[in-house]
Structures are given as C-alpha cells and as structure tokens.
C-alpha cells in the first residue's frame, strides 16, 4: 500500500521549513544588522497563509558568516528576532554555523537542518516540505526525504532551476502549492 507523504505533490505538508535569506529576506550577505532585515515581497502573508492553515513552519539556514569571522551567532540571532517582529512567529530557528570545507552534516545541501528542524516540530520529514531559493535548500530537502519547492531569485544558477522537482515564481506561489491552492 502506497503511503502519500509531503514529496509527493498534490499532497499537503504537515510542516514547511523555510530558507532565510533570499526566501524571507531580501538576501543581504553575512548581515548581522536587524536594521538592514528588508523581507521579500508577500512573505507576511504568505507566513499568515500557513499559519491560518495551522501549518507549523521552522526556519533552516547556512550562516557561514559565523565561520568566517565576519558575524558572531548573536548578531545572527538578533536578525533572526527582527525577522520574527515583521512577520510574526515562525517556530523553531534552525542554523548552520559552519563553513562550506567544514564537512558539517548540518549544512545545506546536507540533510542535517531539515532533518533537526523536522524533529524540533514533531513531524516526520517526509512529511515536511522546503522553500528555498536556491539549489543547496533543494538538495537538504531531497537529502531528507522532504518536498523542495524552489523560488529562484537572481543568484539561483540555471541548472539548479532545471534540476527542481518544483518551481514557482515567488513565496506566495509555493504556499499556494503547497496548500493545494492557486491564486
């Protein structure tokens, strides 16, 4: 007997994990200031959307700035909490301080974040789905079993548009998707 899960379109999540930057915020690299946190268009909604649908969300998100030295996981939390003060709450944050040569199984595209975030909210990721803007965010949800749903943006690459399983042009598109809605 085949059992539907989240990965299977058509089929509503019972989570959705979301990538920060470039998905919720206008992607502003290694910030650590709140006051630049400028959130993409329709991202309020979108979250009132999953959250009046009673979709539990967690945020997923590489932070390799903390690596690097050039932001401290304070100033990353602290954009994080402004982030939550535009768009209201947004469950569990789940973040990847490591840089690329780490070898973390936390960083995007490993499995580690979906799969953290996925535990944090009591859900099976399978049955969790993953907005994100690039092909990292995809491969962390495929790597876990989970529904990727790409929103590219300028600096998503050609072939990480062409090797998504599904593709919408903005967040409000991929909620829509994902709640079996169309606009």
Do not use: W
Request: aromatic share 2%; hydrophobic share 45%; glycine share 10%.
């Amino acid at each position: 007997m085949r059992r539907d899960h989240a990965s299977t379109p058509g089929t509503r999540p019972s989570a959705v994990l979301l990538d920060r930057d470039g998905t919720l915020v206008v992607d502003v690299p290694y910030n650590g200031d709140p006051d630049r946190v400028v959130l993409v268009d329709g991202a309020r909604e979108a979250l009132d959307r999953l959250r009046a649908a009673g979709v539990p969300t967690a945020v997923v998100s590489n932070q390799s700035g903390v690596a690097r030295g050039l932001l401290t996981r304070a100033q990353v939390d602290a954009v994080n909490a402004r982030l939550v003060e535009l768009v209201g709450p947004l469950g569990t944050f789940h973040v990847c301080e490591h840089g690329p040569e780490d070898g973390c199984a936390c960083r995007k595209p490993a499995p580690g974040l979906v799969l953290e975030a996925a535990a944090a909210l009591g859900v099976a990721p399978e049955r969790c789905a993953v907005i994100g803007d690039i092909g990292a965010d995809v491969g962390a949800a495929l790597a876990a079993g989970a529904r990727p749903v790409l929103v590219p943006t300028a600096v998503t690459r050609p072939e990480e548009v062409a090797a998504a399983p599904e593709v919408v042009p903005d967040l409000a598109a991929a909620v829509d998707l994902l709640l079996g809605e169309t606009a």
